[in-house]
C-alpha cells in the first residue's frame, strides 16, 4: 500500500517562497512509469494540478504556475518537494501530493493521495 504524506509550515507570508515535501512510503518513487504530483485547492474552488515530478526525475509545470514553481526529489530520502515562490494571498489552499499513474498531468486521475496540508498566506 503507497502512502503519501506532506509536510511544511502552515502559514507563509506574502513574497516568501512556500515550501512543502511529500514522503512517499510502499512504493519508491523512481518505479517506472509513476508521476509524483502536486494539486491544490483554495478555497472554494476546484483541484488545480501545479506540477508533477517523473520517475526519471523530469520535472513537469502548470503554465499558470511555471515561472514560480519547482519541483525536486530526494531519492535517498523517498521524498519530493514543492517550492512555490513569491506567493500571495491567492496562493492559498489545501496541498496535496499524489501518484499519477497516467502522465496525464492530471487529466485522468490519481491512484494515491496525501491527506493535504493547509497553507495561508498572510501576513
Known amino acids: 500500500q503507497v502512502q503519501l504524506q506532506e509536510s511544511g509550515p502552515g502559514l507563509v507570508k506574502p513574497s516568501q517562497t512556500l515550501s512543502l515535501t511529500c514522503t512517499v512510503s510502499g512504493g519508491s518513487i523512481t518505479t517506472n512509469y509513476y508521476y509524483w504530483s502536486w494539486i491544490r485547492q483554495p478555497p472554494g474552488k476546484g483541484l488545480e494540478w501545479m506540477g508533477a515530478i517523473a520517475y526519471s526525475g523530469s520535472t513537469y509545470y502548470s503554465p499558470s504556475l511555471k515561472s514560480r514553481t519547482s519541483i525536486s526529489r530526494d531519492t535517498s530520502k523517498n521524498q519530493f518537494t514543492l517550492q512555490l515562490s513569491s506567493v500571495t494571498p491567492e496562493d492559498t489552499a489545501v496541498y496535496y501530493c499524489?501518484?499519477?499513474?497516467?502522465?496525464?498531468?492530471?487529466?485522468?486521475?490519481?491512484?494515491?493521495w496525501g491527506q493535504g496540508t493547509q497553507v495561508t498566506v498572510s501576513s
Open positions: 499524489a501518484r499519477d499513474p497516467y502522465g496525464s498531468g492530471g487529466r485522468v486521475g490519481y491512484d494515491y
